[in-house]
Structures are given as structure tokens and as C-alpha cells.
């Protein structure tokens, strides 16, 4: 009963503050400042470790819990390429390194406006090789990310086995981004989170001149053959559910290990809310359970 009624409580709160915030009409600039507050709610477990510092010459933040870590994971934040940052996902990536036993390593890539593709998936690229060069062994690194960043992360395991280099163990994506055309959106009864006119604005400011159909923008079009196992999470309360299942059928097809778990009545990366909602704690428990599974050693 109790639960039913946060989940209730949280989706009033998405849908009345952050629904709005993400329109349109509102600068860049200001989303920023407004999703930096509203990320406040998101809470990370008590005695997780944050440091700050660079990677690959980028801002970065490594989350940790407990006396040892078994491995890394690179996280890429969402924010429709635009908004968001390392310091915005700390509550999230703290649930996530408690329940991986992993150190997740967040780099705040560049944003657009300023920073069109393919500089995000640059970043990414960049911060995975620092990570080699640190002295993972690509097999002990697994790739996550949420929203734009599960479309990231999709876009960066395609681009290392298309350049022959080593691939991580495994990808997560929560509520993945994958087609920026926007051509399948999902149509809920309820949509807590997101408004299409605003991931349309962000397709377009990320994408620039390229077209929305690039496989590294919109990797449903790219090809999944030789990808590392997937664990995709969606909630059915959000207008890219298609995107998730479109994204888990085509990796099945390809013959890439794939687990999807659509969670009824939730919303878009509802896992933020882990530490609060039993349901998301349990998502991002089976998060770790996944990434430990297929690390190395």
C-alpha cells in the first residue's frame, strides 16, 4: 500500500516539475539549471563513495561502494544529448556501482547545441580506451547508460566492433533513446516524463546536419550482429517503449543475448528512483546481477 502510494506521489511529482521543465520553449540553458534540481530527489545509497576528476580530458565522476570494486562500468547519463551531467546521475550510478560491486565511471561528455554529434559518442569512445589504459581489461568494463545514454552506449559497442577493437562484457541501457526519427513513438495513456516536441528539439540539435537515421544516431537502423549481451529495462508509462522493444528485437535477431523487462504502470528511467521505490531498487538490482555476471574473472 505503501508503495503504491510513492508511486503515485512520484509520478505527480515527474508530471507536474519535470514534464514541464522539458518543453520546447524553454532554453537549453535553463532545462539544465531546472533537471540539476529536480535530480536532487534522487538519492544515492549511504556510505557510496564519490570521486571527482577527468577522463580522456573530460569532467568525470567514479562511484563506488564498499571495500572493493570487481570491475568497471563506463555510464553514460540521458538528457536527450542536450542536458544532464555526471553529477546529476550520482544517485543512480551510486545504486548501480552498490548493486554491480562495480566502480561506475560517469564522464560528463559534451552536450548540444554546442557539441553536435559525433562529439558525445567521441567522449564515449575516448573514456573507454582511458579506461584500458588504466589497466581494465576490456572484459572487466561493462557499458550502461539511460535515455540518450542507452542510445550511446548502443552507438559506442557498434562503433568498437565495426573498428575491430575489444568490446566491453556487457550493455544496460535503461529506457534507451534509439530512433531520434521519432517515426515509432509510443503513444501511453500517461506520460509522466517526456514530451515528443521536446526529444524532437533534442534530435535535431544533436544530430545537426547529419541525418536523424545514422546508425550512430539512431542505432534501430545499425547493425547488432557481434554485440555483447543486452539487459533492457523500460517502463510502459513512456513514449519510448517502442524504442526499447524495437531495440531488443533487432539485437535477438542478430543474435545477441537479450533480456528485456518492460515495467507496467512506470515511467521513463524510473530507476532513478532507486533507494525509494522498491520496484526500481529491484531494476537496478538485476542491473548489477547482469553486469557481474558476464565480467571477467
Given at each position: 500500500m505503501l508503495q503504491h502510494l510513492l508511486e503515485t506521489a512520484?509520478?505527480?511529482?515527474?508530471?507536474?516539475?519535470?514534464r514541464p521543465a522539458l518543453h520546447p520553449a524553454i532554453p537549453v540553458s535553463v532545462q539544465r539549471r531546472l533537471i540539476s534540481q529536480a535530480y536532487r530527489s534522487s538519492i544515492p545509497p549511504r556510505?557510496?563513495?564519490?570521486?571527482?576528476?577527468?577522463?580522456?580530458?573530460?569532467?568525470?565522476?567514479?562511484?563506488?561502494?564498499?571495500?572493493?570494486?570487481?570491475g568497471a562500468v563506463l555510464y553514460l547519463h540521458g538528457g536527450g544529448y542536450i542536458i544532464g551531467s555526471a553529477a546529476t546521475h550520482r544517485g543512480l550510478t551510486g545504486h548501480l556501482a552498490k548493486a554491480s560491486g562495480c566502480m561506475v565511471v560517469t564522464p560528463?561528455?559534451?552536450?548540444?547545441?554546442?557539441?553536435?554529434?559525433?562529439?558525445?559518442?567521441?567522449?564515449?569512445?575516448?573514456?573507454?580506451?582511458?579506461?584500458?589504459?588504466?589497466?581494465?581489461?576490456?572484459?572487466?568494463?561493462?557499458?550502461?547508460?539511460?535515455?540518450?545514454?542507452?542510445g550511446l552506449s548502443i552507438a559506442l559497442a557498434m562503433r568498437l566492433r565495426d573498428r575491430n577493437q575489444p568490446l566491453p562484457s556487457s550493455v544496460t541501457v535503461f529506457s534507451p533513446w534509439a530512433?531520434?526519427?521519432?517515426?515509432?513513438?509510443?503513444s501511453p495513456e500517461c506520460e509522466p516524463v517526456l514530451q515528443s516536441r521536446w526529444t524532437a528539439k533534442a534530435a535535431k540539435l544533436y544530430a545537426a546536419q547529419e541525418p536523424l537515421n545514422h546508425p550512430l544516431i539512431s542505432p534501430i537502423f545499425g547493425n547488432f550482429e557481434g554485440l555483447p549481451p543486452l539487459l533492457v529495462q523500460?517502463?510502459?508509462?513512456?513514449?519510448?517503449?517502442?524504442?526499447?522493444?524495437?531495440?531488443?528485437?533487432?539485437?535477438?535477431?542478430?543474435?545477441?543475448?537479450?533480456?528485456?523487462?518492460?515495467?507496467?504502470?512506470?515511467?521513463?528511467?524510473?530507476?532513478?528512483?532507486?533507494?525509494?521505490?522498491d520496484r526500481a531498487t529491484a531494476a537496478v538490482q538485476t542491473a548489477g546481477k547482469h553486469i557481474r555476471a558476464h565480467l571477467a574473472g
Open positions: 512520484l509520478r505527480q511529482t515527474m508530471t507536474r516539475l519535470v556510505g557510496c563513495r564519490f570521486q571527482t576528476g577527468s577522463l580522456a580530458g573530460r569532467p568525470v565522476i567514479r562511484s563506488s561502494f564498499g571495500p572493493t570494486t570487481q560528463d561528455y559534451r552536450l548540444a547545441p554546442e557539441h553536435p554529434f559525433p562529439a558525445a559518442l567521441d567522449d564515449a569512445e575516448a573514456a573507454w580506451f582511458a579506461l584500458i589504459d588504466e589497466g581494465f581489461a576490456p572484459e572487466q568494463i561493462a557499458i550502461a547508460g539511460d535515455s540518450a545514454g542507452g530512433d531520434l526519427t521519432q517515426k515509432e513513438l509510443y523500460v517502463g510502459s508509462q513512456e513514449i519510448l517503449l517502442n524504442d526499447a522493444e524495437r531495440l531488443a528485437n533487432a539485437a535477438r535477431q542478430a543474435g545477441v543475448s537479450t533480456q528485456l523487462e518492460v515495467f507496467n504502470s512506470l515511467w521513463h528511467v524510473f530507476q532513478v528512483h532507486s533507494g525509494q521505490l
